[in-house]
């Protein structure tokens, strides 16, 4: 048993748990610059990783009723067929030095995505509390195109790179539908939005062969309490607590991200 791959899934898990935030861009950081696993294995890795971890908090949060089944369907129409077209793009290509060198130049790219999108966050959010604040509640067709136009996006993204199933999810939902739901049902959501789309990416590379099985076992072990602890914690926070939370979360997850884009690259 490889106890330093079981305390860094207890401690992702419990931060994928806590905040929906952490299983993506952080293990593929992990995998690729501490652990040395090769690029496309720290893809598929870390999609599966994510996959069976969020559906241990996702039963947390199933049962309390903080999901929003209406924008997790409508996100999933874009993200889950931009995955399936991903996976056979990925299919097609070869395994060639070249090839894996393409794959780090995503993961750089989608990292430079997810920074980008951290720091334009507060101007993002001044022009979507213009466009969607008086909605209220309700959910209107600008929201319904650009939240598939936006699954598209993180779908292809996710399933090259595995980055951005947390962070950019977390972003785009907060800014789309600002006075829709809680902190707790922003959670929620992004993580259950996040279960199908990384199994559907980790899936497809399982079968390209993009699996290190030791690696993924060992952090699974810590991760699945970790994110029912971490779950059980978002459950009960109290709301600004838990927006604080958040928004450090992101914050802080942003450095590690910014420094990781020059090495990869």
Do not use: C
Not at 112 to 117: G, H, R, Y
Not at 123 to 128: A, E, H, M
Not at 155 to 176: E, F, K, P, R, W
């Amino acid at each position: 048993m490889n106890w330093l791959l079981i305390s860094i899934g207890l401690f992702t898990g419990f931060l994928v748990g806590l905040t929906g935030i952490g299983s993506g861009a952080m293990m593929s950081l992990i995998l690729l610059f501490f652990i040395k696993v090769p690029a496309n294995l720290a893809v598929g890795t870390s999609l599966l990783f994510a996959a069976v971890t969020k559906v241990a908090a996702a039963k947390i949060f199933y049962q309390q009723n903080l999901i929003d089944w209406t924008v997790v369907s409508i996100m999933w129409i874009g993200s889950l067929s931009a995955s399936v077209a991903t996976i056979i793009w990925l299919g097609s290509l070869s395994t060639t030095m070249q090839d894996v060198s393409l794959i780090k130049q995503m993961i750089a790219g989608g990292i430079l995505i997810a920074v980008m999108s951290l720091f334009l966050q507060p101007t993002i959010q001044v022009l979507s509390e213009r466009r969607f604040v008086a909605n209220g509640q309700n959910i209107i067709w600008s929201q319904i195109l650009l939240t598939i136009l936006s699954g598209i996006a993180l779908g292809m993204l996710v399933t090259l790179t595995s980055v951005g199933l947390g962070a950019l999810s977390l972003i785009i939902l907060t800014q789309l539908y600002p006075n829709r739901m809680t902190p707790p049902n922003l959670v929620a959501t992004n993580l259950v939005h996040a279960v199908p789309l990384a199994l559907f990416a980790g899936i497809g590379h399982l079968f390209l062969g993009n699996v290190d099985f030791v690696t993924l076992f060992s952090l699974l072990l810590g991760s699945i309490p970790g994110s029912i602890l971490g779950a059980l914690l978002a459950v009960v926070m109290p709301h600004p607590s838990l927006r604080n939370v958040l928004s450090a979360t992101l914050w802080v997850f942003g450095l590690p991200l910014w420094w990781s884009i020059l090495p990869s690259t």
